[in-house]
């Protein structure tokens, strides 16, 4: 079985620059998260759905940041404009259930020049 | 709201001895408690988790923790490590029964070396 996707695996944009990301979640599952991942940090949840609906997006810069998951599937998560401080791996994560153990992808490393 | 501390940001250590890697975590509430892994460039993997019941939780390739509710801790352990288990180790803490929204500490790299 596949598990979570994400591409690209690796993004270097000039700042000011948008950029997206893609996620593609493990089959059947409904529930997806979007993390940040600072250099020697944890991962910080940005944005959950369930299904389509955004129901934590209480730590998503909103001026800047934008997700979407149009059909309940695949998500992307969007920064415009990009700034210095965004350097971070992003990382999608997918669960069956909103209770249930969460399946993280590569990530996306981002650099911001 | 909870939080995670991991004192040890890097843990060197021969291959077959004993290793422990240190978790603390704060809580008003009742958690689950996790080990996530995270190996070069891949994402990250469960490696045990703790919900209820027996405190002591093992993985498939020799790993344990123990849930130590006095203490606040749920320090990850293993009694004769391997080149393969070079890693780095993520504890996360989530409030029990509440949306499975996790919280992570800073991480801690294991470092096996021959």
């Known amino acids: 079985e596949a598990g979570v996707v994400q591409s690209p695996r690796y993004k270097i944009i000039e700042k000011k620059q948008p950029v997206a990301f893609w996620c593609n979640p493990i089959s059947g599952h409904n529930t997806l998260y979007w993390y940040l991942q600072n250099l020697g940090q944890g991962p910080e949840l940005l944005i959950r759905y369930e299904n389509e609906e955004a129901v934590d997006d209480s730590q998503l810069p909103k001026d800047r940041f934008s997700a979407e998951r149009l059909k309940g599937v695949d998500s992307t998560l969007k920064i415009q404009p990009a700034e210095l401080g965004d350097s971070a791996v992003y990382l999608c994560a997918s669960s069956l259930g909103v209770l249930d153990e969460q399946y993280f992808g590569p990530g996306t490393r981002l650099t911001v020049t | ?114």
Do not use: M
Request: net charge negative.
């Open chain 2, 1 to 114: 709201a909870q939080s995670v501390t991991q004192l040890d940001s890097q843990v060197p250590v021969f291959e077959e001895a004993p290793v422990e890697l240190r978790c603390n975590y704060s809580s008003s509430v009742s958690v689950y408690l996790f080990w996530y892994v995270q190996y070069p460039n891949q994402g990250l993997q469960l490696l045990l988790k703790y919900l209820s019941g027996s405190t002591l939780v093992e993985s498939i390739n020799g790993f344990e923790a123990e849930f130590n509710k006095s203490q606040t801790s749920f320090h990850l352990r293993k009694p004769s490590v391997h080149i393969s288990d070079t890693a780095e180790y993520f504890c996360a803490v989530s409030k029990a029964g509440g949306g499975n929204k996790l919280t992570f500490g800073t991480g801690t790299q294991l470092k096996v070396e021959l």
